[in-house]
């Protein structure tokens, strides 16, 4: 089996000022860097104002930078938006698209999701594409349907211009919707089957399915992160609400299995 590096990934969503902002990826920097050997990646999505005072506290440190959305397009007349072109060119190692905040506050179907993770992959960028069941379909028992569906149509073919595999590339988060900023956290059971299923789509999409890196989002806090950090297939985490929080964020990190 591939060996995946465990990718703690901070969400901010739209919350935050320049002074908090930076103050809080300056202390991550301070605090990763001092850790030495460390058996993770830890990566911050701050809002669009941020990412470049940001960039510059983070800078030239081990704490990798990333958007929270991207536009399909590499430019235009797109009010409002954020392409991945500006998000590289920033300094952005990733970027988050489909966030079921996305999916469903913005009405973004697969399609779209897919678009804008190609467009990440052609600049280079790692797409961070967010699947997950609303509690109604969990209710009915088609979670696993559902995401299996919205995988297959959100996955970009190929690694566009950036060239090279588009799964070295590609990082899936499971982000049941129910459990966003809640503080309801899926069983890790129900996590571990979630997980190995996508997995096993996967193995239907590519055949580098090991590659690639499954992440869990969902309440997700230090009293939880241990146990579901060491579930099998879960390789990382997707933190909105404990991200906010240097301590409670690294406190997340920590809780890797060495
Ligand atoms: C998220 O926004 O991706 C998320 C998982 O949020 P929270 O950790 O607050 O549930």
Redesign the pocket.
């Known amino acids: 089996m591939a060996s995946r590096r465990t990718l703690i990934a901070g ?1 901010w ?1 739209m919350n935050g000022h320049r002074a908090d902002g930076v103050a809080r990826a300056a202390a991550l920097k301070e605090r990763l860097a001092a850790a030495g050997a460390v058996p993770f990646d830890m990566a911050v999505c701050p809002p669009a104002t941020l990412i470049w005072p940001v960039a510059a506290a983070l800078a030239s440190g081990p704490v990798l930078l990333g958007g929270q959305d991207c536009h399909p397009a590499a430019s235009g007349a797109f009010t409002g938006d954020i392409a991945a072109p500006m998000l590289a060119d920033a300094g952005c190692r990733f970027v ?1 698209v489909g ?3 996305r999916r469903h506050g913005h009405g973004e179907t697969d399609a779209v999701v897919k678009a804008k993770a190609a467009a990440a992959l052609a600049v280079g960028l790692t797409a961070i594409v ?1 699947v997950g069941e609303t509690e109604a379909e969990r209710d009915h028992g088609a979670a696993e349907a559902v995401v299996a569906a919205q995988l297959t149509g959100s996955w970009p073919e190929s690694a566009g211009a950036a060239g090279g595999h588009a799964e070295d590339r590609l990082v899936i ?1 499971y ?1 049941p919707v129910w ?4 503080g309801r956290t899926a069983t890790p059971a129900d996590v571990a089957a979630m997980h190995r299923m996508i997995r096993t789509t996967l193995g239907s999409l590519t055949d580098r399915a090991d590659q690639i890196r499954l992440l869990y ?5 230090a009293a939880n992160a241990a146990e579901l950090l060491a579930l099998e297939d879960v390789d990382g985490a ?6 906010l929080d240097a301590d409670a964020f690294w406190a997340i990190a920590e809780a890797t299995p060495r």
């Not at 459990?179 to 809640?182: N, Q």
């Not at 989002?217 to 806090?221: F, I, L």
Request: aromatic content about 0%.
């Open positions: 969400n969503k988050i966030h079921s905040e967010c988060a982000e459990a966003i900023g809640t989002g969902g309440s997700v806090k997707l933190v909105g609400g404990a991200s």
